[in-house]
């Protein structure tokens, strides 16, 4: 046998693979449960808001359903290809998953059962690129998809793999935006933390003393020295998490507290978060919300910030008819003391840390001068030009999450924007100046002479600046009179500001599991009791009046120049569609779980099922197809800019938040309406808006949480009128079967009607989410004629008795008449674009009326 020649390793490397085979093991990656990991992933996006993953599930979604889509062994599915729309059979492998995903405009799921059956789903899923989706979360969602299947086809329950996530990075604290950094300034929020009700009012003091203010029992409920608090978990999706205290906290000892007062618990209107016993308890009890509320025997009053800036706020209350102000301190040796109507009680508790951690000493900055830029992807009527105007810098100068949400003309022609997590800021001359701070998804204010009065997740405040300083530091409680817990889904909306003087606020329904909660047969959305689903009617000094009742996600609250208050509903459980109502007192709009909060009915009362009160609802103004027009409409706006914003004075302008599109509204009488569309292709989606006294329009959009097509999870644009005289579609209107289209501008060219097309359908509203297009037809053209000196086009329908009864939609098209819509290009996607191989926007014609029953 030959002999094999050893040659000896050199020490310094023996030493380096010694030391690599002691190590390897503390190098290898964590393991992960992809399906865990997907799952997790799937929620967080909220893909069940658009896409089934149940067996059987009877609801109508915008997307396809995910069970039994992708099974172990892959299948096949129908799809349509490009903008001709090819049909082919592809395997719905992971690389048609991820394309899916990736790019979901290129091959369209066509469905495969209900009344759209083979029809190819519409183009409105937003793009998920690699900067919104690791390739680890979308193979984990993958896999987790893989178990969505019956038993033999479904994929593994657990699957491990090496975590790819990036190595967390240690960054400076004072640089993590949901880090709120206290320095030379007090500052007081609202926020949802463990340990008290959803209510309570945070405050942190530039002496590293934080603590919680709570007015379920009006009391210091917590206190901590350090880090002020951390909104991530409300800043992240749709803000599911909670607010946790800021860095290097540490808990101050408060037991026993001293008593001031008789003891307060209103736990029936802000239970402790993670009570769901209260809340069952008082939605399936005898006893109503409203007695409760007339039993209460204490009221919170209000909180204001301090003369000095990082002086110590102040809190008003009142119990058994007797008012109270607190003020509360800890000096850094641990001595703590309420003065409480004037009389200090101290004893002494925790003292702060040897090594108190405070943030960087970088004195607050409220002013922020920035500069508009020219509007890319948009697509709007001739003559209109938009910018985007950039975000202001939080007060430590970091960019920041800017939800502009709440929009108000002030006297001075500034714009007063609310948010849902960065404050109150005035908008003025292209500089940012924030007014006001600390409110909990501020979706609406209105502005009232020196004062503000703004919407937010736990109340109605009137906020007032009582120094004249530009900072606005008293915030009143003008009403509470209704349930508040920790669910994400629980937002107010308005105030709107009623032609009688009033106040009226839309509450959502809540969105969660469980016996705290009654859903009407439906799968999501439902009534935790305290007047969820209802409107409530508030007076200038507060008192609160149930308004009307039945409603799901009621996203916008307006009053007209009719004088009449419109909302707007979101599609879901006994909305087939999206809708705009006028909300009337006392009357019902179709969602049964706000019954519980009638009186002497509870739940398990059989007077409350859906089929008794189906009858009694109220007729909408008008439908918005899913998925055509409107997803989640937002708060209506009238231009009354006297012709500065062009030809549409007195109408009424809307924007979808699914959608990222802007839409024209014209109500008939007899609960019909004209639908047009207005711009399409916004970077984020549509929420709110109001007019500037030079007549240009301000967007807010938001798509955090629910995505947008645009992709942006936040925009505020500018939009504005340039003079044109191209023709433009003015109104539909309708006698019979006939409808005449009303243009306007230069009619020269004529009317080209050659490929002029109609469809109908109609909408039902049951417990299931949504509807399909239900006896969707294509309409049969008798005649049309067209008068140019008029400027009108008159399309006359065969008479179809194939038309069900009932309020139907009728569609309009084509390519030759003056176009007003156009294809969606996703907005991220035309970004990265090389703007020399942008598709062509094909431009084209289109128009929705809903006639009623």
Known sequence: MQKTKLTPMPLRKLSLAVATLLITPFLTAKKIDLVKLGQKTFDSLGCAECHSKNLDEKVVKTGPSLYGLF?????????????????????????????????????????????????????????????????????????????????????????????????????????????????????????????????????????????????????????????????????????????????????????????????????????????????????????????????????????????????????????????????????????????????????????????????????????????PTPATGLTALPGYETERIPAPLDPHGRPQLFEPMGMALDKDGSIVVSTRTAGVWRFKDNTWTMIAEGLLDSLSILIEGNKLIAGQKTEVTEITDTNNDGFFDTYRTLSDDFLCTENYHEYVHGPAKGSDGNYYVTLNLSHRDGKPIYKADGAFMGSQGGYRGWTLQITPDGKTTPFAYGLRSPAGIATGPDGKLYYTENQGEYNGTSKLHHLQKDKYYGHPSSLVDMPGLKPNSPEIHWTKWAPKTETSLALFPQSLVANSPGSPVWDLTGGKFGPFEKEMFLGDQTLSTLFRVLPKANNEAAVIPFAQGFPSGLMRLTFDQNGSLYIGQTGRGWRAYGGGIYALMRMSYKQTNAPVLKDVTNEGEIFTFHFIGDRSEGFNTSDFKVKSWYYHDTPGYGSPRNNELEESVKSITTDLEKGTVTVTLKHNADRKEGTRVFQFSSKNLPANQSKRIHFRRLKKMDPNKRPKIVPYFEAYYTLSK
């Open 71 to 371: 099974p172990q062994k892959p299948r096949e599915r129908e799809v349509a290809e490009g903008p001709e729309q090819h049909r082919l059979k592809v395997v719905a492998d992971y690389e048609y998953y991820l394309k899916s995903i990736r790019q979901p405009a290129a091959e369209l799921a066509i469905h495969e059962n209900g009344p759209s059956k083979g029809q190819p789903y519409l183009p409105v899923m937003a793009a998920y690129d690699e900067k919104l989706l690791s390739k680890q979360k979308a193979k984990a969602i993958y896999h987790y998809l893989q178990t969505l299947n019956d038993e033999g086809k479904r994929g593994p329950a657990q699957v491990l793999a090496d975590d790819q996530s990036a190595p967390e990075v240690k960054r400076d604290i004072n640089q993590n935006p949901g880090e709120i950094l206290v320095t030379d300034r007090t500052r007081i929020y609202r926020a949802r933390a463990a340990g008290s009700s959803a209510r309570a009012i945070y405050v942190g003091l530039p002496s590293g003393l934080n603590y919680a203010f709570d007015p379920r029992t009006m009391t210091i409920t917590k206190a901590w020295w350090g880090g002020f608090i951390n909104i991530s978990g409300e800043t992240e999706g749709r803000g599911r998490g909670l607010t946790k205290p800021g860095h290097q906290s540490v808990a101050i000892k408060l037991d026993p507290s001293p008593q001031f007062h008789p003891p307060v618990d209103l736990s029936f209107q802000s239970p402790l978060i993670g009570d769901e016993n209260t809340i069952a308890k008082n939605l399936h009890g005898d006893e109503d919300f409203a007695d409760q509320l007339k039993k209460a025997n204490a009221h919170f009053i209000h909180y204001s910030y301090p003369e000095k800036p990082d002086g110590i706020p102040t809190f008003k209350y009142s119990v058994d008819g007797k008012e109270y102000t607190l003020t509360f301190n800890i000096t850094k040796k641990g001595l703590a003391t309420w003065t409480v109507n004037g009389t200090p009680v101290s004893f002494s508790t925790t003292p702060a840390p040897e090594k108190l951690w405070r943030p960087t000493p970088k004195p607050t900055q409220l002013t922020h001068k920035i500069n």
